[in-house]
């Protein structure tokens, strides 16, 4: 298919009703899947295939961090694997950019990978005989670029990364942490315009762990590029994730915000997996709120010296506001304009609907 521009593009990704499974017999094991709707259990048992992705469908916006996460064997790793092919589904469609990656022949693809989409691993993955600069470089060591200038390219992403004068040293001389941040240097040097995270930051200890999700999400404001992030740790994926996919035995079970997927759970496997995570910072005004028209009309109007807080704050915030004053807390929009009220009342309801005996 042809390229779009990316005025044209709504996606960046496309990932259309993809099934991977895994056996000799995978495509007669599809065919009954869908003729008789088999369970995982029951495709093992009749074909002795292993179904990894189960008819998984997403749409990622162009420059958005979409976190997609699951318990260990829900498929989130071998999905993310289809994007690039470094796994081939046993059906479906999957648009990168525009590009249909499944008709891509063997150098076309390669060519694709190296100059459109970059891969950080959970381990690192660190050429132990190159220094840290080298390692860094290899990309466009690959691409053929000239070595004065991809040492030029990788000094300066050393730099964004705070990793200035560790250039000649060698991964064993780095900490985890280091090591993680040179990894991710790598991945930035290509400039690619897809990012494949695969539970960068989970092997490491929790203090580093958040000062590396702290410089990611500076790093992916700045660079604004696509990023598809694994992760098993919904903490993660609700602070970093313009949106989480959630997956199940393979399947993409709900897709959404962070607050729509903690607000609004589709099913219980859902509820329990967001049971523990704190509202304070999740839960945004434009969820709490309640229409300034129909308060207005039982109520009155709000005065002039009302609170007023935008679409966004969250739910911290303005809890620590109603501790502050009797009075109901205004919502503007971007305009400034009056939207909304959320009352003592509203702020309680949410938060009891949040906590584990609700």
Sequence with gaps: MAALTGQDREFAIEISQVWKIFGANAVEALSDIRANDLSKKEVLDKHNCVVGVADATMNILPGEIFCV??????????????????????????????????????????????????????????????????????????????????????????????????????????????????????????DPEILLMDEPFSALDPLIRRQLQNEFMKLAANMNKTTVFITHDLDEAVRIGDRIAIMRDGRVVQTGTPEDIVMNPIDDYVADFVAGISRLKVVRAHAVMQPIGEFESSNGNLGAGTPEFNEDANLGVLINSAIETDVPLAVVDKAGKRVGVITRADLLRTVVEGTETS
Aim: hydrophobic fraction near 45%; charge should be positive.
């Design 69 to 190: 996460m699951g318990l260990s064997g829900s498929g989130k790793s071998t999905l993310v694997r289809h994007i690039n092919r470094l796994l081939e589904p046993t059906d479906g469609r999957i648009v990168v950019n525009g590009e249909d990656i499944m008709a891509m022949g063997p150098a076309p693809l390669r060519r694709y990978r190296n100059e459109h989409i970059a891969m950080v691993f959970q381990n690192f993955a660190l050429m132990p005989h190159r220094s840290v600069i080298d390692n860094v470089a290899m990309p466009l060591e690959i691409r053929d670029v000239p070595k004065n200038q991809r040492i030029d390219i990788a000094q300066r992403t050393l730099d964004m990364v705070e990793l200035s004068s560790w250039g000649n040293k060698f991964a064993h001389e780095l900490s985890g942490g280091m090591q993680q941040r040179v990894g991710l240097a790598r991945a930035l040097a290509a």
